[in-house]
């Protein structure tokens, strides 16, 4: 048993705070001693210098205006819900005793997004340690018809995790127990609560890893991953949590605890019920623990940034590693040259490679270090014999490999300085990812500071990015549902790993048909008929 006693709120909401406050510097640290990779393109370019940082550590945004209340910038009606009074205040007092937050000051965080683009209202916030004590909420709410936003690391990016208007915030901070994990099997199982990388950590001492990474792992808790079936960097190697989540302890809209916490890989009996909370986004139930399988962490791993003349060499490479890389190959990712420029430009971090169009981050994971390094490097003489890559750095030790993972981690915090940031994460056919980036650049010009286009390219996900220096109807009317309907028409998916939330609710129907809407209003009417649980999210708002 283990316990874990995770911060209130976000490292990055401390970080702002504190900026705001009395500024922010940073400790520089060179980039020396990369190993380089020689190529037909001339001159490597000089040794940047770099912020050392974690790997998925989240820090703040310049000081900004306050942020306008949801139900003000967008266009949404309050349910019929009850209105917390005294009374309710204190039956919650006596369930959960002393951690039941109303200091507007204390509340301020929790009612905001980490993007700092929706805003609650919500007065009350609750922090259980068991699950007993959601249940026992939920009841309470349930026959109170008081709504609730469950809440975890509130990293999301969707608005997903913050109330829209007065709903009680129910946070799983304080539910960071490991409950046990089996070191044959490895087989974890804790409570939701439990912070990403303070699991990785702990299963990682243990010899394995957890199959999931995320730039936010500092922040976000492994069961808002699990409610919002979070992607992330290992989705290439590991697959979904979809497939490595073997179970899970659920509280209903009613306070039923359902307990299906299997630790089994194999269990073909009945329906598999888990997938209905996975990706459900707390609006079916509130997960309370995961059991997830982990991993052997491996031995050797390997980081290669290489820089490539084009898009179609991007896929190229993409093929050409997968096929020689073979069963090491454990991530793809790639990024624009306007990535990398804004990522210099806020963050200071500096490009390891030679100026290229597009760039592009593979990691090997194995266990054998002699037979990886032998793959790779023939790989690494195909590419750039052939032109396909024009310029490249590897990274052998973690301190490097941490320092190029920062490139491609960060790319969303340099973003989120250079002003409002319209976020869109689709799913599109590999030989059309980047077409809607070119095609937006020239639909917007010069109304968009920035468009940007990135992500995972071994699923097939694009992170497409728009700034600006302020929120702007007129902008927002010319990206959708312009955006939507171009990702619809090549049979894409308007989320690949974010979810719907609050902010894309009302898009699911480019992704799917009404018969499956109409599937999904009923299981949400059948599991919470009073639609108590994360309201106005996910599903359609219906008219």
């Known amino acids: 048993m283990m316990s874990r006693l995770a911060p209130r709120w976000p490292a990055w909401l401390f970080w702002w705070r504190a900026a705001c406050a009395q500024g922010v510097s940073a400790q520089q640290k060179t980039w020396a001693g990369a190993s380089r990779i020689p190529g037909p393109g001339g001159p490597w370019g000089a040794t940047g210098t770099s912020p050392l940082v974690r790997r998925g550590s989240s820090s703040a945004f310049s000081c900004a205006p306050e942020v306008a209340l949801t139900r003000e910038r967008y266009s949404v009606r309050r349910l019929p819900f009850s209105v917390v009074s005294e009374d309710d205040l204190a039956a919650l007092e006596r369930i959960v005793p002393g951690r039941v937050i109303t200091d507007p000051e204390e509340l301020e965080a929790p009612n905001v997004d980490w993007l700092r683009t929706v805003r609650g209202s919500s007065k009350v ?23 609730v936003s469950p809440q975890g690391g509130n990293t999301g990016m969707v608005g997903g995790s913050t109330p829209v208007f007065d709903e009680i915030i129910v946070s799983t901070a304080l539910m960071n127990q490991i409950v046990s994990f089996h070191n044959v099997s490895g087989v974890l199982v804790c409570q939701a609560g439990c912070v990403l990388e303070e699991l990785s950590r702990y299963v990682e001492e243990r010899g394995f890893v957890v199959p999931l990474d995320l730039g936010a792992k500092g922040s976000c808790h492994i069961g808002g991953n699990v409610a919002t079936n979070a992607g992330g960097l290992r989705f290439l190697r590991y697959g979904s949590l979809r497939g490595t989540v073997l179970g899970l302890e659920v509280v209903l809209a009613d306070g039923t605890i359902l307990n299906c916490l299997t630790s089994l890989r194999k269990d073909n009996t009945g329906y598999d019920l888990k997938q209905l909370f996975i990706g459900s986004e707390g609006t079916l139930g509130v997960i309370t623990a995961v059991s997830i399988l982990c991993p052997p962490k491996p031995s050797a791993v390997n980081v290669a940034f290489l820089g490539c003349p084009g898009f179609a060499e991007v896929l190229q490479t993409f ?84 320092m190029l993972w920062a490139l491609r981690e960060r790319i969303t915090e340099a973003l989120s300085r250079d002003g409002y940031v319209y976020k869109y994460d689709l799913s599109l056919p590999l030989d059309r990812l980047y077409d809607l980036v070119s095609d937006l650049r020239a639909r917007l010009g010069l109304h968009a500071k920035h468009v940007v286009g990135y992500g995972h390219l071994g699923d097939g996900n694009l992170h497409l990015n728009v700034t600006a220096e302020a929120f702007s109807p007129s902008l927002l009317g010319t990206l959708e549902p312009y955006v939507y309907e171009w990702t619809a028409r090549q049979r894409g998916s308007v989320s690949a790993e974010h979810g719907l939330g609050f902010k ?34 996910t599903l359609p708002t219906r008219t």
């Open 504 to 537: 894309k609710k009302d898009v699911l129907g480019y992704s799917k048909p009404p018969e499956a809407l109409q599937l999904m209003q009923q299981l949400k009417t059948l599991l919470d008929p009073k639609g108590i649980l994360n309201p106005y999210k």
């Open 125 to 147: 916030l609750l922090r259980p340690r068991t699950s007993q004590e959601v249940a026992h909420i939920l009841r309470y709410c349930h026959e109170r018809n008081l709504a």
């Open 319 to 402: 093929c050409t590693c997968r096929g020689m890389l073979g069963e090491i190959l454990s991530a793809f990712e790639f990024m624009d040259a306007e990535c990398m420029k804004l990522v210099g430009l806020h963050l200071h971090l500096a490009c390891p490679v030679q100026e290229s169009p597009f760039y592009v981050l593979i990691e090997t994971s194995g266990s054998g270090a002699g037979h990886d390094a032998e793959k790779l490097s023939g790989f690494l003489e195909q590419v750039l014999g052939s032109g396909l890559v024009t310029d490249g750095t590897l990274a052998t030790d973690q301190r490097r490999i941490k």
